[in-house]
């Protein structure tokens, strides 16, 4: 069982890149992906309620191949905001929640205060996916990641693209040494980065039970990222794992 | 056959690589393990240290692998002091098929209103010689970048050299189709291309004669960057093209001026 935990659908907004949910599954069906985790950008830069909406729909229309994160644009919409969440999650059979930390780029020396997974105003949340063991991707400096680790040591967080972000200079070193410290993260392999080596040292410092495998679709080649995992020198069984048993894992053990 | 246009040797100064740790028997191994024919190296030495003796490593590894491997120089205008042209010759003579500009790493403007560069240029032109000018060393937002239009402008005041515009990705993805588009002279390296229909979208721009295949192995993974050429929705002609046709009819006429 293949799972890409990290899909965008519609526009991305970066580089022109968008993809719709029947070009996405067309695509899966060519590099062997059995299911896309999806977010809608929709969602993660504009409106949450409109973009999950989209998400739902297609997730009823492909019941075996998409998997739906509750996404968030900012954490600051209160009530109306964690009714979402808990709608998404127990009525509507959604399998994480999706937060990003923008946007502090390598082409813009500011970040969006309304957009930081370590503003408080993102502590009900936290406290809600926790209590539930809802996963968390959290598109997130290693810093931020280990604030949030710390504060909610219940939480299970994948740092996207394994820290290494324009936000955080790239540095997945940093990135596994913050995974080495709570055992609650985990590193998404996602990642323009494709530096020889990387996969193989977050295994070796993690294990492979807490590395999962994204590919970023739209922004990025599912192919380019699926070929990260199969060529890099681990075990078998650790391929297995990153690429689909552990977020398996993860969203199975959702409470219901 | 595949041809890759940048290949790393010479020591990683940022961290652990288990084959370039190795040396260069462990690139070659590498090399065969992806079924890579043939690569345009470079010393990892000329860039962070001194161009003349991490070139001199590069001609030392094509004399030990010249079937494996083909040498490129990198050149810093200012290590040479009045006169780089003179080095440029040398380079050539000694077997380097391209030039490789390192800009951010060498500290100079990248302006043709500077003399020595343009000495270098020049030179180049003379030996039908291809300058590669890669916007950064890999895909890893950790490194510096030439920013485009600095490129842009840059590249249009030579409108009779050939240019390699390697590594480039979504930041610069269509201003530089636009450049190619308009300026036959110039082609793009694929190492860093890592967006969904890259490949595509490139070929449909400006055909598939203009692109060549990259890897930046061994600083990053060479299957990565195969599989997306070899994945993509282009002709068989096209993949061909880009995998080595390419590259091999672009470096055949340096120095034979």
Redesign the interface.
Known sequence: MIIDAHVHIGSAG????S?SFEEAIN?AD?TGVDKLFCTHALSTSYDFEEGDALLYEAMKKYPNRILGYVSINSPRHGKRLLDHFKKYIFDYGFHGLKILSFYKS??LDRADPWMQITDPYAYPIFEMASEWKVPVLAHATPEECDETCTRFPDLRIMMAHMG???S????W?KGITVANKHSNLYLDTTS??????MVEEAVKAIGPKRVVWGSD?????????I??I???EIDLESKKLILGENINRLVSEIES | MVIDITGYIGKWPWWPNAYMDAGLDKFIELMDKFKIDKSVIISTKSIFYNDATGNEEVFQAVEKYPEKLIASAVINPYSHGDNPAKYVNQCIERGAKLIRLYPIYHRYPLSKDNPKLTQIIKQAILHNCPISIPIRLLMNWGFLFIRVGELVSFTRSFPDATFIIDAYNYPEFHFLLELAKERRNIFLGTMCLTMYKGIQESVNAIGSKRLLFGTGMPLQYPACSLITVKESEIEQSAKRNILSLNVKKLLKNCGNI
Do not use: M
């Open positions: 970066i580089g022109g890149q993809i695509l060519k390598v082409f290494a972000t324009q955080a200079n790239g540095d070193h323009s980065s494709i530096d020889l080596g679709l739209p922004l990025l080649d599912q192919w380019y990222e070929e990260k199969r060529c890099a």
